[in-house]
Each structure stands twice: as structure tokens, then as C-alpha cells.
């Protein structure tokens, strides 16, 4: 079984960086599908970022250019790097992960872009 919490958010000036992590208990070496989403106060979770077992890398159009996700096999992690933040970007983010054991969400981890 595969149990992601995240961590990694805080509060971040416009135009700072925060980096996220998704931590796994158990191997993301055969997890087919890494994604990370967002859930801005009184609007529905959206789809921020995805990391696929073969490598490639899908993005927002609100986020491409700017967040970059990635994964560490040996540490089981899988990251997402925000730079150049924005008061929209603020959000709890939540990690998923598709597994062939099934799906696991994460708790989610506050990030609030304010001056």
C-alpha cells in the first residue's frame, strides 16, 4: 500500500518559491501515475501537475512554465518546485498517487502567496 503525505507549504511572498514533496511509504518505482492538485477556498480541485513512470511531464497551462515536478526513486518522493508564485497559486495541494495496488491521496499541504 501506498500512503502519500505531503509537506513543504507555507506562507511565500509573489514572486517566491516553494518547493513540495510527496512523500510515499511504500516504492514509486512501478507507480504508474504521480499527480499533484490544488483546491484554491470555495473552488473545486484542480489539476496542477503529473509525472508518468516513463518520464514525461504534463502541466496546467496556469502553472506550465513556472512549477516544475519531479520524482525520486530512491527516496520515494515526488517534488514540485514553484517559482515565480502568484496570489492565485495560493491553495492546499494535494499529492496523488495511481498505483496498480489502487489510488492514494494525500492530506494536503497549505501554500498562501500573499505580500
Known amino acids: 500500500q501506498v500512503q502519500p503525505v505531503e509537506s513543504g507549504g507555507g506562507l511565500v511572498q509573489p514572486g517566491g518559491s516553494l518547493r513540495l514533496s510527496c512523500a510515499t511509504s511504500g516504492s514509486i518505482f512501478s507507480i504508474n501515475l504521480c499527480k499533484w492538485h490544488r483546491q484554491a477556498p470555495g473552488k473545486q480541485r484542480e489539476f496542477v501537475a503529473a509525472s508518468t513512470r516513463d518520464g514525461d511531464r504534463i502541466y496546467a497551462g496556469s502553472v506550465k512554465g513556472r512549477f516544475t515536478i519531479s520524482r525520486d526513486n530512491a527516496k520515494n518522493t515526488v517534488y514540485l518546485q514553484m517559482d515565480s508564485l502568484r496570489p492565485e497559486d495560493t491553495a492546499v495541494y494535494y499529492c496523488?498517487?495511481?498505483?496498480?495496488?489502487?489510488?492514494?491521496w494525500g492530506q494536503g499541504t497549505q501554500v498562501i502567496v500573499s505580500s
Open positions: 496523488e498517487i495511481i498505483a496498480p495496488s489502487g489510488v492514494y
